[in-house]
């Protein structure tokens, strides 16, 4: 991994400090901000603020966590390592664990040129739209439930347990966000199975970040994450964006990124709190 541009890792961080705010209010803790969504859907993060200032403390991080407790919001923050060294060891002294995920961005000119077959957009004006977004977001449940890159159990009839009606406010924010070009989802499917694999792109300016691409642990090995990442990357060039990125869990998944153009620049730091240690 070579040392990453400064410019680069700039138009992450306002990526970052973008995106939540689409749908999310900010809350200031010190160095930290923390983005509270206004609504239904996937809660957001913690993380140093963009504005420059001191870096986050411990003190900042325990007030954080417990407004998200209060909040009955996940205890997560992230940040990138690299433009963010010393609080990877002010996280860990605050009593958290932290992934550190390798950060990826895509060379355009690696990605390969054939399209991916099995793979498709969602399309908000399709009568179908509603029932493609519980199904890709059960294959996300169960997917993650089952982390790595293993074959397992889980697969069509454990997504469709999983399976949850959803919200139409929630459908219509969805509708409206692909329309605006903030957001697209892509599934993988099987003839005789349905979606079986699933992920999402999200747009601030210029900045796609790829994200939530799982597979149904029973078809994995089987390039459905390779050929869904490809697709979302395809997608977000065609869009317009000069940026495309991921996080990959570990270098396992990262070999898979790699596959389809993406290259390492630094390291995604996810943390939320450790476990306590069974008596």
Known sequence: MTTPDPALLNRLETFYDALPRFTARAE???GLVLFVREGAGWPFYARPRLDGGDPPSAADIMAARERQRDLGLPEAFEWVHETTP???AVARSAG????????M???PAALPAQPAAGVRLLDPASDAFAADLELSRAVAQVGFGTPGTDRGAGGPAERDAVRVEADPGSVEGERQAIREG???TAVAELADAGPVASGIGMRAG???EIAGVATL???RRRGLGAAL???LARHALDSGAGLVFLSASDNDVARVYLSVGFRRIATACIAEPAAVPAL
């Open 229 to 231: 990442t490809l697709t």
């Open 105 to 107: 961005v895509l060379d």
């Open 206 to 208: 210029d900045v796609v």
């Open 86 to 88: 010393d609080l990877l």
């Open 217 to 219: 642990p029973t078809f």
């Open 96 to 103: 958290l664990a932290v992934l550190e995920a390798p950060l």
């Open 28 to 30: 200031d803790f010190g």
């Open 182 to 184: 903030r957001r697209f």
